[in-house]
């Protein structure tokens, strides 16, 4: 089966930066879109940054200039420079894949990561 893993996460000061990976795995000969999303405590699931596999990229407005997204499209995997961390920032990042050929089947929808924390804090 299809499966997305993510790492990377953990407790960074404002200011700082992390690097977050993501592996998606299951005998996979195409993923469409890639990218991130995150949930705060208490509020919704948002896009962070997505990145198709012809390279194009789409980032959310309050992370542009700060975040920037990267994938090896052979491997499946995607990654999240964050720089400039703010307390804001802090939430459950959950890698995404949409539009994964695997095992022979075609799936349009959307795959979820189990997430990794990342809380900006002093």
């Known amino acids: 089966q299809v499966q997305l893993v993510e790492s990377g996460g953990g407790l960074v000061q404002p200011g700082g930066s992390l690097r977050l990976s993501c592996a998606a795995s299951?005998?996979?000969?195409?993923?469409?879109?890639m990218g991130w999303y995150r949930q705060a405590a208490g509020q919704e699931r948002e896009l962070v940054a997505i990145m198709s596999r012809f390279g194009s990229s789409n980032y959310a407005d309050f992370v542009k200039d700060r975040f920037t997204i990267s994938r090896d499209i052979p491997n499946h995997t995607v990654s999240l420079q964050m720089n400039s961390l703010k307390p804001e920032d802090t939430a459950v990042y959950y890698c995404e894949a949409t539009g994964v050929a695997a095992m022979g089947v075609f799936y349009g929808g959307q795959y979820w990561g189990k997430g990794t924390l990342v809380t900006v804090s002093s």
């Open positions: 299951g005998s996979i000969s195409t993923i469409n879109v």
